[in-house]
């Protein structure tokens, strides 16, 4: 696909479009904008621009499709796989000003929010109200909604509350030929027609421009208790978890812990915790609900599962603030991980009761290859993330031979039921996987789906295939 530059004369366009005021240029206004979470990629953006409403959004997509402009929409900028990156320059469209909560309607348990609101900051505005909204990913504190839609992200909660795709049930949605469309209703059945609503979500930004968000809302538990759960080894801990729902419970999140992880937070941060010799691996349990005493039976339940896969110990936590240290424990994994070592992080996804076969191939994977690894996740779902450490490779072994590893982790990954993305999205950087996954058919329905809604390609261009 053949683009064009921003010349002087769009430039101009673009301000009237938006004002002077909210449009970027020159590199050191631009160097936020040319990278995101993802490890050692920059691509600079020829202009940004932080539209407020959609109507700006809408004249700034005709006027590109007008003019072969590439355009990349950008939420907070905390994604793993470089689906905000301005691959092929142009013009960069930032939501950072699509931040207000429009409504929360506690009468139908909804609330319509623009994307460029922190996920935390309405998660708090709606548990004000006595409700709960789940989807809650490690970078809830930083993140956007609008990004968590067009990632289709999870979080700890998603194995008892389901991810994202469960709650959003309208989208107001920007075309490139700058038409405006609700991509549903605002009900909890949809029966009409192809469902638009769950085609947008995780499609990375590559089919329109989501400008507000419709979302179910649940009353919120008032009880919970948490529990962190010790093993020998990662296996075991792993093959405790499909056998906790066996047992007929349902947590409200079940993560998984390796000890290298722990011990990296333990440096990075200032968190009491005192780690057995022995210890190789973590299960952070936590039950929710409106009843102690069916949460309590619950724990009882999981506790009986643990001892039968050589559960050492198992800590229950005894006040709100040691609940808060053990969650931290966890969410602060991936900034310690960063901190330590040169990395990648992938993000695998199996049946959960495939979680052993799974961490003892990628092991297996990094001896052969000569790499360490640091894996933790959401073990109640089977999303396990997979940070690759450098370790004693060598600089020519990390650019050149690691790509073969980390294809046979994705290849082990499918060959167990699962696939390439839990919650990351496919963006850049893994989009070169794909195809251990998915068939030629697969690739002819997204491209033809891509060429109904962005003909031109402008958008997001040379994302997810």
Partial sequence: MEYNKIS??????????????????????LEKYSHDETEDLVYYPEVVVKPQTPEQVSALLKLCNENMIPVTPRGAGTGLSGGALPIKGGL??????????????EQNLQATVEPGVVTEEFMNQVAAKGLLYPVDPASKGSCFIGGNVSHGSGGPRVVKYGTIREYVLNLQVVLTSGEIIWTG????????????????IGSEGTLGIVTKIVVKLIPAPTLDALMLASFPSNELACAAVSAIF???????ALEFMERKGVEWVKEHDDIAFDLQDGIEAFL????????????????????????????????????????????????TMAVSVKSNSVYKEEDTVVPRAALPGLIKGIKETGAKYGFGSVCYGHAGDGNLHVNIIKANMSDEDWNDKLKFGIREIFELTVSLGGTLSGEHGIGLVQKQFMPIKYTDVHFAL??????????????????IF
Avoid at 92 to 105: G, P, Q, S, W
Avoid at 185 to 200: C, D, P, R, V
Avoid at 246 to 252: F, T
């Fill in 185 to 200: 209703a605002n009900t909890l059945k949809y029966a009409s027609g192809y469902n638009l609503t769950q085609l947008m």
């Fill in 92 to 105: 960069l469209i930032a939501m950072e000003r699509f931040n207000k909560v429009l409504e929360i309607d």
């Fill in 284 to 331: 952070l349990i936590e039950v929710d609900g409106t009843n102690q005493d069916v949460i309590f039976a619950d724990c009882e339940k999981i506790n009986t599962v643990l001892e039968e896969f050589d559960c050492r110990d198992v800590l229950f936590a005894d006040s709100s603030a040691q609940k808060d240290e053990l969650w931290r424990l966890r969410r």
């Fill in 446 to 463: 997204w491209k033809g789906i891509k060429s109904v809604f962005d003909p031109n390609g402008i958008l997001n261009p040379g994302k």
């Fill in 8 to 29: 002087g004369q769009l430039l101009n366009a673009i301000k009237s479009i938006a004002g002077e005021d909210a449009v970027l240029t020159g590199q050191e206004n």
């Fill in 246 to 252: 066996r047992a007929g419970v349902i947590p409200s």
